[in-house]
T-cell receptor
Framework: AQSVTQPDIHITVSEGASLELRCNYS??????LFWYVQSPGQGLQLLLK??????LVQGIKGFEAEFKRSQSSFNLRKPSVHWSDAAEYFC????????????FGDGTTLTVKP | KAGVTQTPRYLIKTRGQQVTLSCSPI?????VSWYQQTPGQGLQFLFE???????NKGNFPGRFSGRQFSNSRSEMNVSTLELGDSALYLC???????????????FGPGTRLTVT
């Protein structure tokens, strides 16, 4: 069975500070990994994805994530957070054997202090 | 390209009624997935349709059903509504080409269903 754990329910950072959101996954085969962001009352927007190849992937809005197979992790990072980054962030895993089905973590809510 | 659209955006229903939600995927996308989002259970996968066939199904009761039309538009239906069905229902589309793995999913804004 596939699963995703986001250990941090809520994170607060100061504007301009760096950010790292943690994600651990469990998947029996080659995982496809995603990070999404959701603003209140909105759908999910894809930030970045990992399918294969380079383990450091770049996404939109200055985000990047690093895939570490040995640690079953796919942590999201941003060097300098902006107030507009305040939102809820979801990590998700999918795979070739379950096309069209992603399993999501419970999300991490990011608050940005001025 | 236009994004994923969902109608209606908001819906209020009474227990015991049924409801139909609609999703139009991005042009060219043949896979449509549905998810339920609640504060207590998070994002849970309902089912996925590809080329008018249900390809994957989550662990929801039979009151939840869906279908996909030849133009890839999809509907989901919930019969005999319960208070616990109150949620944000999200639709996602992807290329989802058979045998070629999971492509990234693009989400619509969701339909907020309130059951009273």
């Amino acid at each position: 069975a596939q699963s995703v754990t986001q250990p941090d329910i809520h994170i607060t950072v100061s504007e301009g500070a760096s950010l790292e959101l943690r994600c651990n996954y469990s998947y029996g085969a080659t995982p496809y990994l995603f990070w999404y962001v959701q603003s209140p009352g909105q759908g999910l927007q894809l930030l970045l994805k990992y399918f294969s190849g380079d383990t450091l992937v770049q996404g939109i809005k200055g985000f990047e994530a690093e895939f570490k197979r040995s640690q079953s992790s796919f942590n999201l990072r941003k060097p300098s957070v902006h107030w507009s980054d305040a939102a809820e962030y979801f990590c998700a895993v999918g795979g070739n054997t379950n096309a069209g089905k992603s399993t999501f973590g419970d999300g991490t809510t990011l608050t940005v202090k001025p | 390209k236009a994004g994923v659209t969902q109608t209606p955006r908001y819906l209020i229903k009474t227990r015991g009624q049924q409801v139909t939600l609609s999703c139009s995927p991005i042009s060219g996308h043949r896979s449509v997935s549905w998810y339920q989002q609640t504060p207590g259970q998070g994002l849970q996968f309902l089912f996925e349709y590809f080329s008018e066939t249900q390809r994957n199904k989550g662990n929801f009761p039979g009151r939840f059903s869906g279908r996909q039309f030849s133009n890839s538009r999809s509907e989901m239906n919930v019969s005999t509504l319960e208070l616990g069905d109150s949620a944000l229902y999200l639709c996602a589309s992807s290329l989802g080409l058979a045998g070629q793995g999971v492509y990234e999913q693009y989400f619509g804004p969701g339909t907020r269903l309130t059951v009273t």
